[in-house]
């Protein structure tokens, strides 16, 4: 029985989830969390949807085996392709998922052009074309799914000019259409709205999931008497597939882990 002490179990394909968890610990300071990230598998974007489903159980089953109470699916491609299987395994554990953000965009957008950044299998999803004709039918929805962008927030390559240049090559055709609410449909891409959103400034509303995820987070927590009651801050304990060293790093890197002093951090492969 999982009881309000154990951890929360975050997972992504790679460093991308971290956005994700960023936002939590921002609402959930006390809680502990696992985080893994399977940077061996990654990137899960270019795989079919039934190996997408078959690494997401094996690292949610990593998590709950070390204790996890709930789970966070910070990952777009995992959770548009599994959430609901991964439900159906675990009836009694708490799983939060998530789609890319089209419902926000649609309120925001004064073009009626929305455009949403993906990976390959997120924007073949049916749960990615199901959000856009319940929230954004009556708007134009462009979706760009542009290869090599999870590798640079993989190398924390997330400044340089090869990036922006990158960003720009998919970007700029989606702006000349009239996209004025761009939605990050990845979980890596929030470590590069700072890049975009000084690319095209006030041309481009930047919208993520992180923020979202994280109340849900929270609610779910609480509607299942799951909150950690305790008044120290939590910890934070990062698992890896891949180069834990690297891992490290670039965690470091895009946490700014310098400013956050009470992470516990502690690379495991
Ligand atoms: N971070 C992931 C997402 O939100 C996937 C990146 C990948 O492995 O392709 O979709």
Redesign the pocket.
């Known amino acids: 029985m999982a009881e309000a002490h154990d951890p929360i179990g975050i997972l992504?394909?790679?460093v991308?989830?971290l956005s994700v968890l960023r936002e939590i610990r921002k609402l959930l300071p006390y809680e502990d969390f696992l985080y893994y990230a399977d940077s061996a598998n990654?990137?899960?974007?270019?795989r079919s949807p039934e190996e997408i489903r078959k690494l997401t159980q094996r690292v949610a089953t990593i998590l709950l085996e070390r204790g996890a109470k709930a789970l966070v699916i910070a990952?777009?491609?995992?959770s548009t392709h599994s959430v609901a299987y991964l439900r159906q395994l675990w009836l009694q554990i708490p799983i939060v998922g998530m789609v890319p953000a089209v419902k926000p965009a649609a309120g925001y957008t004064r073009n009626g052009v929305v455009g949403v950044l993906?990976?390959e299998?997120?924007s073949r999803a049916p749960a990615l074309q199901d959000v856009i004709e319940r929230f954004a039918g009556d708007k134009k929805v462009l979706i760009s799914a542009p290869p090599g962008l999870?590798e640079l927030v993989e190398s924390g390559n997330t400044e340089s000019a090869e990036t922006c240049a990158i960003l720009k090559t998919h970007l700029d055709p989606l702006v000349a259409q009239g996209v004025d609410a761009l939605v990050l449909?990845?979980?890596?891409f929030p470590f590069l709205r700072p890049l975009i959103e000084s690319i095209y400034g006030d041309k481009l509303l930047v919208i993520d999931s992180g923020e979202a995820v994280a109340r849900q987070t929270c609610r779910i927590l609480e509607n299942n008497g799951l909150l950690n009651l305790k008044a120290t801050s939590g910890t934070l304990t990062i698992f890896t597939s891949g180069n834990s060293q690297q891992v490290g790093v670039i965690t470091q890197k895009l946490l700014k882990m310098d400013s956050v002093p009470a992470v516990k951090f502690i690379i495991k492969s």
């Open positions: 992504d394909s790679g991308g989830g990654c990137p899960y974007g270019i990952c777009n491609t995992a993906a990976t299998a997120t999870v449909g990845c979980t890596h």
